[in-house]
């Protein structure tokens, strides 16, 4: 497949005009013009690189990429590695971060939803990236820790009334904690996503609602590993996600 067409392809797909972020979405750096083995991950680590080019991949697709808003821009020491090692191996990356979050299938948000049972209703929040809707039994705060903990394979913290029993739950995966109190405003009875700050804490006192923080990589795996079905299912390429350890 060429490089222009998986690059328009997954533009379209994942809607990347209709965001505003705080990084380029799509090919953030050029390799190859055929592209027929994809690498997938959570962020374009040296790690992830070097996995590529052991794995002798002609692209690379993550959610978190380069070239932040506020970043410095000078290409020295490991961002000059890391460039290094993609355009010496010819190594195409692209990168979608708020449109890999969002999208209604294989998005973070839908894929924590799927992993862990909760069925979505609605959206909140900017750009409508929280999702709201109902866990597939009621459960209480602490009973849903639990089972992400065994689904995360990784123990979350939990903030607040864990006994509160759970009808509606609200979630945006990632560093998301700034959205709390929309989903308090929406009628969550619980707010999931993948960091805490200081003052989440005092919020889930005050307000009744607890709040879990089930990791910032951890919650967020599960679009990349979608979109490397994808990648393969749909359009035939030969994609594999390859899951770092990272304990945030």
């Known amino acids: 497949m060429r490089l222009t067409e998986l690059t328009e392809h997954l533009d379209a797909l994942l809607n990347v005009a209709l965001f ?48 932040w808003r506020g970043e410095d821009g000078r290409v020295t020491g490991l961002r000059k590695r890391r460039l290094t090692t993609l355009l010496c191996n010819d190594i195409s990356l692209l990168a979608y971060h708020l449109p890999l979050d969002a999208h209604p299938e294989l998005g973070n948000n839908a894929q924590l939803g799927l992993l862990a049972g909760w069925r979505g209703e609605a959206r909140f929040g900017e750009q409508d990236l929280g999702w709201l809707g109902r866990p597939d039994e009621v459960a209480s705060a602490a009973g849903i820790a639990s089972l992400l903990a065994e689904r995360l394979r990784r123990p979350p913290m939990l903030v607040g009334d864990g006994g509160r029993q759970v009808r509606r739950i609200a979630w945006c995966t990632g560093g ?7 989903a308090i405003e929406a009628g969550a009875d619980l707010y999931v996503s993948g960091e805490i700050s200081e003052q989440t804490v005092h919020l889930a006192r005050e307000s009744g609602v607890p709040y879990i923080a089930a990791g910032h ?16 299912n749909v359009l035939g390429l030969d994609a594999s996600f390859v899951d770092l350890d990272n304990p945030v």
């Open 20 to 67: 505003r972020d705080y990084c380029p979405n799509g090919l953030q750096v050029e390799g190859r013009a055929d592209v027929g083995r994809v690498v997938c991950g959570v962020t374009a680590s040296q790690d992830l690189l070097d996995r590529a080019v052991s794995d002798d991949a002609h692209a690379i697709v993550v959610h978190h990429g380069y070239f």
């Open 217 to 232: 990589h951890a919650t967020e795996r599960y679009g990349p590993k979608a979109l490397a079905a994808y990648l393969s």
């Open 176 to 182: 998301a904690q700034g959205y709390f109190e929309q």
